[in-house]
């Protein structure tokens, strides 16, 4: 493992606004975002930023059981080699009922997964998602997908 962080501290320091956890770009692998999940302070956060990092589907499959989530609002999940599997654990989590708003942009994503979140009976209050550059999916009256020019 990395020892670029001891603990949840280490990775909080400097990156904790409110409720806000900006993570954007520190290259966490999943064994360091562990550390994160393992940490009650993680209720305190509403909007997670994890875009440009590691996690990859084992990750993301951790985040997704983490009980400490159950506040979290906005997720952004976007370039952290997350594939259609890892949405499938997303789409079952049960700790992240909260979730209004989903970023998913530069991962390795086909469809599956897509349809897996559509069709979630976990993420009720999960209101707007991005997959791909200009792909945009909100819930109004049911899924739409409405390109983005």
């Known amino acids: 493992m990395n020892d670029r962080f001891k603990n949840a501290e280490d990775i909080f320091e400097g990156r904790l606004r409110g409720n806000q956890l900006m993570l954007s770009g520190k290259g966490l692998s999943a ?3 562990r550390l994160l999940w393992q940490s009650p302070r993680m209720q305190e956060i509403s909007w997670l930023d994890l875009d440009d990092n590691n996690l990859g589907d084992q990750g993301l499959q951790e985040l997704t059981e983490c009980a400490f989530l159950e506040n979290v609002q906005y997720l952004n999940l976007n370039q952290n080699s997350v594939s259609d599997a890892g949405l499938k654990f997303l789409a079952n989590a049960k700790y992240l009922g909260k979730l209004k708003r989903l970023h998913l942009k530069g991962n390795l994503i086909n469809g599956e997964g897509v349809t897996a979140l559509f069709n979630s009976e976990t993420l009720v209050n ?3 998602f991005q997959v791909h550059e200009g792909w945009t999916c ?4 049911g899924w739409r997908y409405k390109p983005q020019a």
């Open 31 to 33: 064994e360091e975002a």
């Open 126 to 128: 999960l209101a707007t």
């Open 138 to 141: 909100k819930k109004r009256e």
